[in-house]
């Protein structure tokens, strides 16, 4: 049996993966064709009555006739086979390109294990410890984990494998929580409040072999590791799994089910009819409601306050997801949104509140000037359900907000205009961040993500952990993917770092650096060291918001070959260019002075950089505190991990940097701009063929269905399989 992508990986061409400029692909993987040219070629079976098969009767005449026939056309034959072949001899076919050294490592399989193989985290063994690395098996005959293990499955998944409602939520009605915050009410999808907003389930423990990841770690961000999500519990509270005459989607008509009753017994409410949900209201009910949990001036005035003394309000965060007029919404995409809305901002009393910032394309539309120009164009172009949380822009208003000129390009290597979206998305981000001063943060979010787990878990366990982190040595520790069975513990890879920045010839990074300019945007306050970086003690900014939250390391662009690195306006051509910092995927949390200073540069002064390039660079020249979360990342091959931590950490060359050329090495991983395994792996989950693999009757005769921890998989194209 083959392994998962080996057909689409065999194919690979590498020149695709050489930067171009003008018709240069963003999206394109080489060697994925969007699940249409990634076909298994194989001959044709006989078609039925083939031995039966024999010759009409002829006359001579006939015969004499097809004799001659068959003659000419031997010879036509004979003779365009010598010109192939004198063709072969003077222009000889190139060799097939050479597999990446990373091809050579064996696949990883133990993602596919399901949950007839549930362990506990405490008797989990990761494939790992027994798909060596050095082995470099034959990509199509290496045994899965599941072989390996020789499981003896049973028919469906054991008695004590029971799902059971995943809360990640502080306890909203304990003495202690009320001690300190306002009390949550409740909050419900219909008006009448006769709708609760659903639970979702997990499962208890992992699969036996689960793969581990390479990159980040569940314990370091305070994620559960404990537990996993089957396509059931997570998408069934949101349509998956009932008809549409009940308000659902469908889609598990063909879908191995073994179990999934137990899922249904507990889900409270059964069967949401979503049909008749809006959004947009739910939202907005849901904060005025807790209105005094956020606002200071509801909260001093509050019959609550006067009674029992000063309580703490809670920061409001905007979720924004970027999309655009065209944009098709599939089932899964609706009920991811669902998902995000539910579990975001209803659930959570109104901390969160989700948007879709709608790009309209077509710039000949007046959405400014007319209301119901505006609203024609978004119901055409957003399910009903989600017109309340809708906002349009386009690139012609974001010339009238930030008009020209803007001059000083050291490079424009795309060839587009500035204000495109290819070159300009932050404009919009920006542009709506000033309409809702309401907010503190601000995620940027894509389309194209999808998350396994919990996105309030998520979310919120992020944002403690980069709250918790020290400024000291931060940018550098950020420049380096963490690889714990490398680098061991946090803390030790925090003191390596520190290490490498003593011996090391730069100067670490500590407030606002000094550089050259034209004019300046005033650094805010705070942003100063308080002490030299020797005195301080990893103490400053220990209880401090990030400004920026990015889930790729960021790296100076002046050290790679990355195409975009010299996509600077604004910014005087005469003098060096300024210093610069880039974290790939636009993927993000800002803060309201982050978005604040990204406004101002560019209103006041024209400067401007490529989108992944933007935002880090205007964090680091004004001293903000900004990070690299180390979310877990999993590689579908068994890397070498010394050989992982040179190759990503340390190229040799700058031009071989991940974020250059040698990007080639993050196509087998769950999380990158073009990853490959990412997209093959989220659908097998939902359990789709993939490429001839997986699908019910593997599931079924298998070990059932995929269970997952929380991964976060980019980008995601498509999701119905073979």
Same mark, same amino acid.
């Not at 659930?347 to 209301?371: F, M, N, Q, R, T």
């Not at 020797?534 to 790679?560: M, Q, R």
């Given at each position: 049996m083959k392994s998962p992508l080996s057909a689409r990986f065999q194919n690979m061409n590498p020149m695709k993966l050489l930067p171009i400029k003008a018709n240069f692909s963003y999206e394109k993987l080489p060697g994925y064709d969007n699940g249409n040219g990634a076909k298994k070629y194989r001959w044709r079976s006989p078609s039925p009555g083939g031995d039966r098969f024999t010759l009409p009767k002829l006359s001579?005449?006939?015969?004499?006739?097809?004799?001659?026939?068959?003659?000419?056309?031997?010879?036509?034959?004979?003779?365009?086979?010598?010109?192939?072949?004198?063709?072969?001899?003077?222009?000889?076919?190139?060799?097939p390109r050479e597999l990446f050294p990373w091809e050579h490592f064996p696949r990883l399989?133990?993602?596919?294990?399901?949950?007839?193989?549930?362990?506990?985290?405490?008797?989990?063994?990761?494939?790992?410890?027994?798909v060596r690395p050095d082995s470099e098996a034959p990509l199509d005959t290496f045994p899965s984990a599941t072989q390996k293990a020789k499981f003896n499955l049973p028919p469906e998944p054991s008695p004590s494998a029971r799902p059971f409602p995943f809360s990640p939520y502080p306890p909203y009605t304990s003495p202690e929580y009320l001690k300190e915050f306002f009390p949550v009410q409740e909050c419900y999808l219909d008006e009448g409040l006769k709708t609760p907003t659903p639970d979702i389930y997990a499962y208890p423990g992992i699969p036996q072999n689960m793969t581990n990841p390479f990159f980040g770690s569940y314990e370091q961000l305070g994620i559960a590791r404990d537990m996993c999500y089957e396509r059931y519990g997570r998408l069934g509270p949101y349509g998956y799994g009932y008809s549409p005459e009940e308000g659902g989607f469908g889609l598990a008509d063909n879908s191995e089910n073994v179990g999934a009753e137990r899922v249904w017994e507990m889900i409270n409410p059964k069967k949401v009819d979503y049909r008749n949900v809006d959004w947009g209201r739910a939202q907005q009910d849901c904060y005025e409601k807790n209105k005094v949990r956020f606002d200071n001036e509801e909260a001093t005035s509050s019959e609550s306050h006067r009674q029992s003394g000063s309580k703490k309000t809670r920061s409001r965060t905007a979720y924004v997801l970027r999309t655009w007029t065209g944009y098709q919404y599939t089932e899964w995409q609706i009920m991811?949104?669902?998902?995000?809305?539910?579990?975001?901002?209803?659930?959570?009393?109104?901390?969160?509140?989700?948007?879709?910032?709608?790009?309209?394309?077509?710039?000949?539309?007046?959405?400014?000037?007319?209301?119901?120009?505006?609203?024609?164009?978004?119901?055409?172009?957003?399910?009903?359900?989600?017109?309340?949380?809708?906002?349009?822009w386009s690139e012609q208003q974001m010339r009238t907000y930030y008009p020209e000129p803007f001059t000083d390009n050291l490079e424009n290597d795309s060839g587009l205009p500035v204000h495109s979206v290819y070159r300009g998305a932050h404009f919009a981000l920006q542009w709506f961040s000033q309409q809702h001063p309401e907010y503190d943060f601000f995620w940027n979010w894509e389309m194209d993500l999808r998350y396994t787990g919990h996105y309030y878990e998520f979310h919120e366990r992020l944002g403690q952990w980069a709250k918790r982190q020290p400024r000291k040595g931060?940018?550098?520790?950020?420049?380096?993917?963490?690889?714990?069975?490398?680098?061991?513990?946090?803390?030790?890879? &925090?003191?390596? @770092?520190?290490?490498?920045?003593a011996l090391g010839? %730069?100067?670490?990074?500590?407030? +606002? /650096?000094?550089?050259?300019?034209?004019?300046?945007?005033?650094?805010?306050?705070?942003?100063?060291?308080?002490?030299?970086?020797?005195?301080?003690?990893?103490?400053?900014?220990?209880?401090?918001?990030?400004?920026?939250?990015?889930?790729?390391?960021?790296?100076?662009?002046?050290? &790679?070959?990355? @195409?975009?690195?010299?996509?600077?306006?604004?910014? %005087?051509?005469?003098?060096?260019? +300024? /210093?610069r910092r880039v974290a790939i995927i636009t993927v993000s949390r800002l803060s309201k002075r982050l978005l604040n200073l990204m406004h101002e540069e560019t209103f006041r002064y024209r400067h401007t950089m490529f989108p992944e390039m933007w935002p880090p660079t205007v964090a680091y020249h004004h001293g903000l505190k900004s990070l690299y979360a180390p979310h877990p990342v999993f590689f579908d091959r068994n890397w070498d991990l010394d050989y992982m931590n040179q190759i990503?950490?340390?190229?040799?060359?700058?031009?071989?940097?991940?974020?250059?050329?040698?990007?080639?090495?993050?196509?087998?991983?769950?999380?990158?701009?073009?990853?490959g395994f990412s997209g093959a792996l989220f659908r097998r989950w939902l359990g789709a063929s993939e490429n001839g693999e997986g699908g019910r009757y593997e599931e079924e005769n298998g070990s059932g269905r995929m269970c997952l921890s929380g991964v976060l998989f980019h980008p995601i194209k498509f999701e119905r399989g073979d």
């Open positions: 001579f005449s006939r015969v004499i006739l097809f004799a001659v026939t068959v003659v000419f056309f031997v010879g036509l034959l004979a003779t365009s086979g010598y010109r192939r072949h004198q063709n072969m001899i003077h222009h000889q076919q190139p060799p399989n133990g993602y596919y294990n399901g949950l007839r193989t549930l362990v506990s985290l405490k008797d989990h063994t990761p494939e790992q410890l027994f991811t949104l669902r998902a995000m809305i539910s579990e975001l901002s209803l659930k959570s009393g109104g901390e969160y509140d989700v948007h879709l910032l709608v790009h309209v394309k077509d710039d000949s539309i007046p959405i400014w000037a007319s209301d119901v120009i505006y609203q024609r164009t978004l119901e055409e172009n957003v399910p009903k359900e989600f017109w309340g949380i809708a906002t349009l931060a940018w550098e520790r950020s420049s380096k993917f963490y690889i714990p069975d490398v680098h061991g513990s946090w803390d030790n890879y &925090t003191k390596m @770092v520190e290490e490498e920045i010839d %730069d100067e670490p990074v500590w407030g +606002p /650096p000094e550089y050259k300019a034209r004019e300046k945007v005033p650094s805010p306050p705070g942003t100063k060291p308080p002490t030299s970086y020797e005195e301080d003690n990893y103490e400053w900014g220990v209880g401090e918001e990030a400004d920026l939250i990015t889930f790729n390391p960021f790296f100076d662009p002046e050290k &790679t070959n990355w @195409v975009f690195r010299h996509d600077i306006t604004g910014y %005087d051509l005469s003098l060096p260019p +300024p /210093p990503f950490n340390y190229p040799k060359k700058d031009v071989d940097s991940p974020f250059g050329w040698g990007e080639h090495n993050l196509l087998g991983s769950s999380f990158y701009y073009n990853s």
